[in-house]
């Protein structure tokens, strides 16, 4: 078959959610990723617009992972009418179990609050979707092998190299068959790098015509510290004042690898074992299955769902009741706290915060990305010198310590983004920079010319590309 190819950007251009890209070619139709756009009211309100395409003739999802600025926004798009298969990893599929279900019970439960108390502008507030919807959304998924090309459509095929950001993390590559002979397109999707603990690193495809490459810290390396060090250094600066060290974690990746760098800090005698509470039901949940995906992990036989005691620390225990959640947020220090959601957008990470903040002898510590407008970000940039934080309609007062370490992020830094392209057999003729604040794509622009000569290009949602 012979085809010209047009991609067009329907999120995460200009910012780093709502990851949504439409593939066109010969007249078939396939999204790369559907997340969700999060963040503050003006991002989140365009989940309920229209979708930009019909999701009837669109005839296949293909999912880089699972997080939900990746796949959120799959409930939505098969409530309105697409009907076709979604592939992805193995790994990716038992997280959307999860994640999608979460996602859906927490979209119901705030739309049941909002109506009760009547906090909603509309009458009455819905749901984006509900558990239901996410049932529909499961049955669809496809697994992706780790080997090989699988046949997607006729004349579009696809094969995934991994990208070291979460279990079951993928970069896709597209072959297709178009006027001038075949034509592969990867989508990096989002790009860990080979110094965590846990997870093995990305891997870079040998070769590609088309690029489309994520830029969430392309204007930044990230200090090249051991975050063993700092992460005791924290741990032990808190202690020391017998209070209560808060983590705000990415419930999928990042609470994982701070349990098992804890449970190292521990072995090698440079922390005390202190009570560790992993506080979010669905960070217990995929810790389960992240477990279970040795596949991924840089000591495969020493993490799995067979030997769980490898990789705890020794106070380590769990809460699942919102009782039990409201009482840890009463306990005494010296005490470790990791809980959800690792941006402050909701959860039970908020109850922590307003009963730990207005105190100096607690610690904050954020261990991933925060995006522009998030209250982590506000945190994290401003939350010391303004003196509050304003969470459930109150102004809360910050007095503990807010700590970073940004070596803690499942995401390769600038650094890590160049060496990536360098493994590269030969330049893209094309690429382009997605999944970044402007700053950030433009950034990783000026230096993919200056240090490899090659022109890339910022994705903007207003082109289509077409090749």
């Known amino acids: 078959m012979k085809h010209s190819i047009e991609i067009q950007f329907l999120g995460a251009a200009g910012t780093v959610t709502g990851s949504r890209t439409l593939v066109t070619f010969g007249g078939s139709r396939v999204l790369v990723d559907c997340g969700l756009f999060q963040g503050p009211r003006s991002i989140r309100e365009r989940n309920w617009e229209a979708f930009p395409e019909d999701p009837h003739r669109i005839e296949a999802v293909l999912l880089t992972h699972a997080h939900l600025d990746h796949s959120g926004f799959l409930p939505r798009l098969v409530k309105g009418g697409f009907s076709g298969p979604i592939f992805c990893s193995a790994g990716t599929a038992d997280l959307l179990k999860i994640l999608l279900v979460d996602s859906a019970k927490i979209q119901e439960e705030d739309a049941d609050f909002a109506n009760r108390t009547q906090h909603s502008r509309h009458r009455p507030a819905l749901a984006l979707y509900t558990r239901d919807d996410v049932e529909d959304v499961l049955r669809k998924l496809k697994i992706l092998p780790d080997q090989g090309w699988t046949a997607i459509l006729p004349g579009l095929s696809c094969r995934v190299f991994r990208s070291g950001h979460i279990v079951g993390a993928k970069s896709l590559q597209l072959g297709f068959d178009i006027d001038g002979g075949p034509r592969l397109v990867t989508f990096s999707g989002d790009v860990g790098h080979d110094r965590m603990r846990t997870l093995r690193g990305p891997e870079t495809p040998p070769e590609t015509d088309i690029l489309i490459l994520e830029s969430t810290y392309g204007d930044r390396p990230h200090e090249r510290v051991d975050p063993l060090d700092a992460l005791a250094a924290v741990v032990l600066e808190t202690r020391a004042k017998g209070g209560v060290l808060v983590i705000p974690a990415f419930a999928v990746g990042r609470a994982q690898e701070i349990l098992y760098m804890l449970r190292l800090l521990e072995d090698e005698g440079r922390i005390p074992r202190l009570p560790v509470i992993l506080d979010s039901p669905m960070s217990s949940k995929a810790t389960d299955l992240y477990l279970a995906h040795p596949e991924d992990h840089r000591l495969d036989a020493q993490f799995s769902k067979n030997t769980p005691e490898n990789f705890f620390p020794a106070g380590f225990g769990t809460v699942e009741s919102p009782d039990d959640s409201m009482m840890a947020c009463l306990q005494d220090g010296p005490l470790i706290v990791i809980s959800a959601a690792g941006m402050l957008s909701g959860g039970r990470i908020l109850h922590h915060l307003k009963s730990r903040l207005p105190y100096a002898k607690n610690t904050v510590l954020f261990a991933g990305y925060q995006a522009e407008g998030s209250k982590g ?48 057999r030969r330049p893209p003729s094309r690429i382009f920079l997605n999944h970044g604040d402007p700053a950030a794509s433009a950034a990783l622009k000026a230096r993919i010319k200056l240090e490899l000569g090659w022109s890339a290009e910022v994705a903007s949602e207003t082109e289509t590309i077409r090749i």
């Open 377 to 424: 970000r506000y945190l994290q940039d401003k939350g010391e010198l303004d003196g509050s934080l304003r969470i459930h309609h109150e102004e809360v007062p910050v007095k503990a310590a807010i700590r970073t370490i940004p070596a803690l992020s499942a995401h390769g830094d600038a650094n890590d983004l160049i060496d990536w392209l360098k493994k590269l």
